[in-house]
DNA sequence: CGGGACTTACTAACTGGTAAGTAAGTGTGG
DNA sequence: CCACACTTACTTACCAGTTAGTAAGTCCCG
């Protein structure tokens, strides 16, 4: 990387800021035309002409579809958790309030959603190139909702005093992963028909009732099992 | 067409019923073909060499891609009716056994399973051609479990004596949009990891948290709301 | 003057769709 | 029972458009 020569070499401010603000740019772009044309449907042609270059542009900067794609999904990752900086991920009964004020946020914030839903969608298909990020996600989302509904029963034991049973961490994945589907459901439906699903107001209902459910443990009933 | 001075022309039973198979055996390979490779992705070549045909001989039957898209949907739907032949689908707290039960053969479908959700997932891009289609599903299935739900409620107020509130059908469309949500969010996180993902138990688990918490009605506390 | 940021030009593969031709079957009139 | 007319089920061949990717050249900034 660095000349030999020179200890402190002044490529290490690289020159050209302009390089990664291009390439920030065609990561924005291929984000909205991945977003709503989906990864496949979605060209090289269609990011190259929203930043005004040549589609043969946008691979100089990326190499490859594939590769795009991948930065996509990393600068996603980044600028998530750039939006939260400092103030970590919560726990406990505050991680299902951000989840709540997520979908309350979303809810005006149509393409972000619906880039969320078609690459999830698309994923599943055979050999999909984002299957990989998609699945590595639900498995982090997963251990960080159950890990939070742990910390809300411990609470929940140690304040009143119904004590003397445990929840199986079985019963609290199951929980997490409704949560997660529950959430990627509505926004498929509310995507597709606006006017017939209340995405906030559904969403906040649905992670009440599986908190609930889950708090109640195992003493409740289940008629469908 | 007729000829006029036949009456009642016997080509009405209208000889050929070699095609009405080849037709059903090309949309059985269309739904796999759509069903693992999404629309876009999956050519007419693809479900063409299925059957052994040219994809002109697949354009002979369907006239073009969107059609042939449209009739493997409409198979579907009269697949899954005749599934359950005769016996209507079923109401009250049957319907959400019934459900659940849907849940538990699926995970032995995994075919079935990615096909639905595949579309699906696709349907929220622009313009996409299936989406007529799966939203007019999701609002008859809305409308199915809405109505089961109501039944149910009035059945528990009408036997216990918990009566004296009504559940506003606000809340009713609500819990039936998170079970169509629940259901199939968590086939697509069992579809890209089916280790992570008990699809009956966790779907199970979510309908009952559903309908516990509806049944429970305005009386619950609202944590997150 | 060197190197990065492109563009132009091209390729090879593949797309859905069309047109025309062929072989086999069906129905009918004699 | 056969010949003719017609239909169906394709195939082959082709089209125009689009795709990702490559190679080589040009321009401009530092």
Known sequence: MADATTP????????????????????????????SKGYHAGSLVDVAEQVGITHA??????GSKDK????????????????????????????????????????????????????????????HP????????FTGLRADI????????????AAGGEDGFEIPDADLDRAASAV??????????????PEAVDLADTTAFAIEAILAATLAGAQRARPLA
Do not use: C
Not at 83 to 102: A, N, Q, S, W, Y
Not at 130 to 137: E, I, M, N, S
Not at 185 to 191: A, F, I, P, Y
């Open 68 to 127: 795009l794609l991948w930065e996509v999904l990393e600068y996603r990752d980044r600028v998530d958790v750039e939006h939260l900086e400092g103030k970590h991920i919560p726990g406990g009964l505050d991680l299902f309030r951000h989840l709540v004020k997520t979908a309350r946020i979303n809810a005006d914030r149509r393409g972000i959603v619906q880039a969320y839903s078609v690459l999830t969608g698309e994923s599943v298909t055979d050999g």
């Open 180 to 193: 997660i589907g529950v959430m990627d459901g509505l926004q498929v439906q509310w995507l597709l028909d």
């Open 8 to 35: 402190a070499p002044p490529r290490t401010r690289p020159a050209r800021p302009a390089r990664a603000q291009r390439r920030e740019e065609i990561l924005r772009a291929a984000t909205r035309v991945f977003g």
């Open 57 to 62: 542009g946008v691979l100089h900067h990326f």
């Open 146 to 157: 159950a890990q939070a509904l742990r910390e809300v029963v411990d609470e929940r034991v």
């Open 130 to 137: 984002a299957a990989p990020w998609v699945t590595q996600r």
